[in-house]
């Protein structure tokens, strides 16, 4: 009778770095470095929300301090309260309360047409199609400013000068969502619709019940964009919106500006309120952007 051995074989513990804390040290190295170009890369920021507490006397002294010596909150106070004698009530409220239901305003609409628009494109077949669709490809290199001049002629003479309709109608669909949702409603695999159409799904069921709650990613990507850029928009409140009652945040900022010098301290404080809303926004849902990148095929392209 035979009897044969095994010789186990005992597993030795790699010898590493390691801290008492159980970190590496690498991945010490790391996170200083991590958090070195954090702090480098939010400066601008950190040094503006700073200067908000400052004299502006200190904003314009040289060398330039990082700290207030006196911190002063009555700039936010000043720049909340601020009115003009043809104007009643507070005008930084108001300016909010305008940029941000126009900004949801866009979002809402854009989301539902650029959806639509892209959701023909990406699974109907009908006659002009890429001709159609290179056509709003093109237009991307088309500047906003090249088109103003005529737009502000036209919007006169109809009559919405001092309304809200030449900064909504022109944003209800943008070129740019009908191309990114194009594209991930393409990488939607299209054994699922036809398994919506032998349930009996018809053709706008299959967008709605199965396209867009798949595009998810990419619809909030593409919700954040759209809010940025209405509530950054510049140009076109300030040429279609002259009333100060319809002024939108960062052309109301205006009024901060004169013809000799500037309250600085105020144009902080009301960059700040700008920033504010975009940064909580994108901390929210800063993992769309990536998850939309990597599912709608735009990384490569």
Do not use: H
């Amino acid at each position: 009778m035979a009897v044969t051995s095994k010789r186990g074989t005992v597993a030795t513990p790699r010898s590493t770095n390691r801290q008492p804390g159980g970190l590496s040290l690498g991945a010490i190295v790391r996170y200083v470095l991590l958090t070195f170009f954090s702090l480098l890369a939010f400066s601008p920021f950190i040094l503006s929300f700073l200067g908000t507490f400052k004299t502006p006397a200190e904003i314009t002294a040289f060398p330039p301090t990082i700290l207030p010596q006196n911190w002063d909150v009555n700039n936010w106070v000043r720049v909340w309260n601020f009115t003009i004698p043809s104007v009643q009530g507070l005008l930084l409220p108001r300016w909010l309360f305008n940029s941000t239901w126009l900004a949801l305003l866009n979002v809402a609409t854009q989301l539902f047409f650029c959806s639509l628009a892209a959701y023909a494109f990406a699974r109907i077949r009908f006659p002009g199609r890429d001709f159609f669709y290179f056509a709003i490809i093109a237009s991307l290199a088309i500047q906003a400013a090249v088109t103003i001049i005529p737009a502000y002629v036209f919007y006169s003479n109809i009559g919405w000068i001092n309304t809200f309709w030449p900064v909504i109608i022109p944003r209800l669909v943008v070129p740019v969502g009908i191309l990114m949702l194009t594209q991930f409603f393409k990488s939607i695999p299209k054994e699922l619709e036809e398994a919506a159409y032998m349930d009996g799904l018809g053709r706008f069921g299959t967008y709605w019940r199965i396209a867009l709650p798949l595009s998810r990613p990419a619809l909030l990507t593409f919700a954040i964009i759209a809010f940025q850029g209405s509530w950054n928009e510049f140009l076109a409140p300030l040429l279609f919106l002259q009333n100060p009652n319809l002024m939108t945040l960062p052309v109301g900022m205006s009024f901060f500006r004169f013809q000799y010098t500037n309250d600085l301290t105020a144009i902080l404080v009301g960059a700040m309120f700008n920033a504010i809303p975009i940064l909580v926004l994108f901390f929210f849902f800063n993992r769309y952007f990536i998850e939309s990148g990597s599912y709608s095929g735009l990384a490569g392209q």
